[in-house]
Structure formats: structure tokens, C-alpha cells
């Protein structure tokens, strides 16, 4: 079973959701109320995905977002959250989340989210992506495939692995790469990461 970690301080939402993942026919293998909680039960647990809320009593969901992804690649990371600003949606794209939901989504929503961040988790998933993209006019008008693609490059994977990664071909990976370097100018990756790093687009 593929199983889960719910990392939020409100329990009528830890309980919900653990309710809905279980007839979902997920395993939930534990719960945090607050950032340090969440870190240790991460790291203990080694769940497949989490669920984690932006809003902790001690410090930033994308903290928690930001260091799972650092140290695991295929760990699926889903936002929950009630903050609905472009900012926020743009920094969990940015930290490495797979997923991004707001809570007054339909619960079956928030599993598909688990379900998607746990085959893709280094594709990111959010119905308002576009949407806030548009009104950001972010990335030198980068779409967010692109944006996915750039925010892997400081790793130094491969093509090859990017492309694993986001389960499509190395030529589309190749075309994605061919697309940043014109739209930001840049003539190599050295290039595209320090014109990305200086714009804010990479953290």
C-alpha cells in the first residue's frame, strides 16, 4: 500500500483526511501538528507521500516541502493549504512539491493529488498554475513545464534523468531546454540557472 504522512495543526483536518485516504485504500502512517513534528515523522516514517499544510505553529510548511525534496527525489509532496496567493503556489512549485490543492477542494481532489504526486513526484499539479503564472507574467514567459524543467536543472541531472523523472521522452526534454535558453537568453545551463537564480524564478 502506498502510504502517507498528513502534516497539519488542525485535527478535524489530520481526521478527515486520514478517513478519507484510508477508504481511498492508502495507508496512513502517521500525523504531525506543527513544522519540527513533521520533519522528524518524515524522516522516521519515510512515507511515499505527504500532505502538508503552508500554515504550522513553528515555521513554514515549505520548509518541510524544501527539505523532503532535498534529500528524495521520488517522495510525493502534496500542499494543502487555505492560502490561495499566487505567491505561495509559485514558492511550493519552486521548493519541489508535486501537488498543490487548496483546502476548500472536493476531497476527491486532494487524493487525486496524492495519487499524482506519488507516480509523478516531480511533476507539479495545480488547477490554478496558469492562472497565476498569467497574472504573475512570470519567467520570461516560460510555461510551467519549462518552469519544472529549469527548477531540476541545479541538480545536474541528466537529460536523460529529467526525463525519467517527468516521464516523457529525452527529446521533449531536450525541446523544453532549447525553449529556456532562448526565452532567457542564456546559451548554456550554466547560464539559464544564474539568469533564473538572479530573476527569482529558483530559490
Not at 498528513?6 to 486520514?18: A, F, P, T, Y
Not at 509559485?90 to 472536493?106: D, E, I, M, N, T
Request: hydrophobic share 45%; proline share 2%; charged share 15%.
Amino acid at each position: 500500500m502506498i502510504s502517507v504522512l498528513i502534516i497539519d495543526d488542525h485535527q478535524v483536518v489530520r481526521e478527515g483526511l486520514r478517513s478519507a485516504l484510508i477508504r481511498a485504500n492508502y495507508q496512513v502512517v502517521g500525523e504531525a501538528a506543527s513544522k519540527n513534528e513533521g520533519l522528524a515523522q518524515v524522516a522516521h516514517k519515510s512515507p511515499d507521500v505527504i500532505v502538508v499544510d503552508l500554515n504550522l505553529p513553528d515555521g513554514s510548511g515549505l520548509e518541510i516541502v524544501s527539505w523532503a525534496r532535498s534529500v528524495s527525489k521520488v517522495i510525493g509532496i502534496v500542499v494543502l493549504t487555505l492560502n490561495d496567493e499566487d505567491d505561495h503556489l509559485l514558492a511550493a512549485l519552486q521548493a519541489g512539491a508535486s501537488a498543490y490543492v487548496h483546502k476548500s477542494a472536493p476531497i476527491g481532489e486532494v487524493i487525486s493529488a496524492v495519487a499524482h504526486a506519488f507516480s509523478a513526484p516531480l511533476s507539479f499539479s495545480s488547477h490554478g498554475l496558469s492562472a497565476a503564472l498569467a497574472r504573475k507574467n512570470v519567467g520570461f514567459g516560460l510555461t510551467s513545464r519549462e518552469l519544472q524543467v529549469l527548477a531540476l536543472l541545479p541538480s545536474g541531472q541528466t537529460s536523460s534523468k529529467i526525463a525519467s523523472s517527468l516521464f516523457v521522452t529525452e527529446a521533449t526534454i531536450k525541446t523544453h531546454l532549447s525553449n529556456i535558453y532562448r526565452k532567457l537568453n542564456a546559451a548554456n545551463r550554466t547560464e539559464a540557472v544564474a539568469i533564473a537564480l538572479s530573476h527569482g524564478l529558483l530559490n
